[in-house]
T-cell receptor, first 115, second 116 residues
């Protein structure tokens, strides 16, 4: 079984400032790691994923995340946010060996970008 | 491709009523899943399917039934709606991959359900 904890439920940030969203996970098996974004009244869109290889992963819209195996973390960063980054962000994991591509999500972090 | 479609977009039910949330995909994906989204809890897996005729329970299956008679469709049935089932429901689909690979899940736009 897996669990995902997003340490901040809300993150207010000024436009053009950097932002970091924290994610820690717990799992008894090897997992894949993901960040999804949900814009208001929309479905989920994949921002980036870590499957293997380099622990620094770059995604869409200038986001990147770093996998830290020893700390079981997968924090998301963006060096300079825009108003359009206002959304809810979800960290998720998936068991590498299980069929179905099932995802376990964190509780989400709401990012509000202020002008 | 229409991708993953869900109907209806909004629904209001009374306690005890039954209904079916529809989900369809036109990408010939083997895997399909249903999640519910509640504030502060992220998305939780209700049921999933790894192919036509094969379904299994997720984290929160009580009160819901599914079936998968075709590759394209994966309806979610609420047998007797309860206020605790007020939520936003998302359907997702993806290709089956070999062990050690992962194929992106595509999410539908969601169905917002209110049970009074």
């Amino acid at each position: 079984a897996q669990s995902v904890t997003q340490l901040d439920s809300q993150v207010p940030v000024f436009e053009e400032a950097p932002v970091e969203l924290r994610c820690n996970y717990s799992s008894s098996v090897s997992v894949y790691l993901f960040w999804y974004v949900q814009y208001p009244n929309q479905g989920l869109q994949l921002l980036l994923k870590y499957l293997s290889g380099s622990t620094l992963v770059k995604g869409i819209n200038g986001f990147e995340a770093e996998f830290n195996k020893s700390q079981t973390s997968f924090h998301l960063r963006k060096p300079s946010v825009h108003i359009s980054d206002t959304a809810e962000y979800f960290c998720a994991v998936s068991d590498r060996e299980a069929a179905g591509n099932k995802l376990t999500f964190g509780g989400g972090t709401r990012v509000l970008v202020k002008p | 491709n229409a991708g993953v479609t869900q109907t209806p977009k909004f629904q209001v039910l009374k306690t005890g009523q039954s209904m079916t949330l529809q989900c369809a995909q036109d990408m010939n994906h083997e895997y399909m899943s249903w999640y519910r989204q509640d504030p502060g809890m992220g998305l939780r897996l209700i049921h999933y399917s790894v192919g036509a005729g094969i379904t299994d329970q997720g984290e929160v299956p009580n009160g819901y039934n599914v079936s998968r008679s075709t590759t394209e469709d994966f309806p979610l049935r609420l047998l007797s709606a309860a206020p605790s089932q007020t939520s936003v429901y998302f359907c997702a689909s993806s290709y089956r991959g070999v062990i050690g690979t992962y194929n992106e899940q595509f999410f539908g736009p969601g169905t917002r359900l209110t049970v009074l």
